[in-house]
């Protein structure tokens, strides 16, 4: 699934990141925080990416929303932050960046991680890491839908020998489980294993 016609525009998208109080979260000033999205191309279908160094993943879920509830984050992911680009992956440098033409992989629905790694590099795009999953859903959250849901498989988390075999996602929780009640429908970033097949999650990729 692509993104609609009604992508905000930079400006708008800059102004929203304001209002969830992204800046002073990672302790800028609106003037300082606008400064820094002055230089950002204004590409057709473009999203705004907070770099993980601005703001790292587990400060951005909570910005999320659905139906009037808050992101979260698992409670057995607290290293999520560790979660890094696969290597060969290089991601922009700056506090902010933008990402085109993203894809949820609907079509890949119920594939491996590992399948999907390499039918997404066959295509000549690369998958989204978890900041930009995040990042995306901060400007267009009506791409996250119950059984339409997806993975962000370009964060890996580095071991002494290979990766984890975790790959972070973000769903919409049942609110089972160590979830709780009062998360049932809310944003959740959660991780699958990279060899396991899920019905409701695609790979988003981008460019």
Same mark, same amino acid.
């Given at each position: 699934?692509?993104?609609?016609?009604?992508?905000?525009?930079? =400006?708008?998208?800059?102004?929203?990141?304001?209002?969830?109080?992204?800046?002073?979260?990672?302790?800028?000033? =609106?003037?300082?925080?606008?400064?820094?999205?002055?230089?950002?191309?204004?590409?057709?279908?473009?999203?705004?990416?907070?770099?993980?160094?601005?703001?790292?993943?587990?400060?951005?879920?909570?910005?999320?929303?659905?139906?009037?509830?808050?992101?979260?984050?698992?409670?057995?992911?607290?290293?999520?932050?560790?979660?890094?680009?696969?290597?060969?992956?290089?991601?922009?440098?700056?506090?902010?960046?933008?990402?085109?033409?993203?894809?949820?992989?609907?079509?890949?629905?119920?594939?491996?991680?590992?399948?999907?790694?390499?039918?997404?590099?066959?295509?000549?795009?690369?998958?989204?890491?978890?900041?930009?999953?995040?990042?995306?859903?901060?400007?267009?959250?009506?791409?996250?839908?119950?059984?339409?849901?997806?993975?962000?498989?370009?964060?890996?988390?580095?071991?002494?020998?290979?990766?984890?075999?975790?790959?972070?996602?973000?769903?919409?929780?049942?609110?089972?489980?160590?979830?709780?009640?009062?998360?049932?429908?809310?944003?959740?970033?959660?991780?699958?294993?990279?060899?396991?097949?899920?019905?409701?999650?695609?790979?988003?990729?981008?460019?």
């Amino acid at each position: 699934m692509h993104l609609q016609a009604s992508t905000p525009t930079i =400006e708008s998208q800059l102004t929203r990141l304001i209002q969830l109080g992204v800046p002073a979260l990672a302790g800028y000033t =609106e003037q300082e925080f606008t400064a820094a999205g002055d230089a950002l191309p204004n590409r057709d279908g473009g999203i705004i990416v907070v770099h993980p160094h601005l703001l790292p993943p587990s400060r951005l879920a909570p910005l999320l929303e659905r139906d009037g509830k808050s992101g979260f984050v698992v409670v057995d992911m607290v290293d999520l932050d560790k979660f890094e680009p696969l290597a060969g992956l290089t991601i922009p440098v700056a506090p902010l960046y933008v990402i085109s033409d993203i894809n949820r992989g609907d079509d890949m629905l119920n594939w491996s991680p590992d399948e999907a790694l390499a039918e997404i590099t066959t295509r000549g795009r690369r998958p989204l890491t978890i900041s930009e999953g995040i990042s995306w859903l901060l400007q267009q959250p009506d791409q996250l839908e119950p059984n339409r849901c997806f993975m962000t498989i370009a964060s890996r988390k580095r071991k002494k020998q290979g990766l984890d075999a975790r790959t972070p996602a973000i769903w919409i929780s049942s609110g089972t489980g160590r979830d709780g009640k009062n998360n049932r429908g809310a944003p959740k970033v959660g991780w699958c294993w990279a060899r396991n097949r899920h019905t409701w999650l695609g790979f988003a990729s981008t460019l």
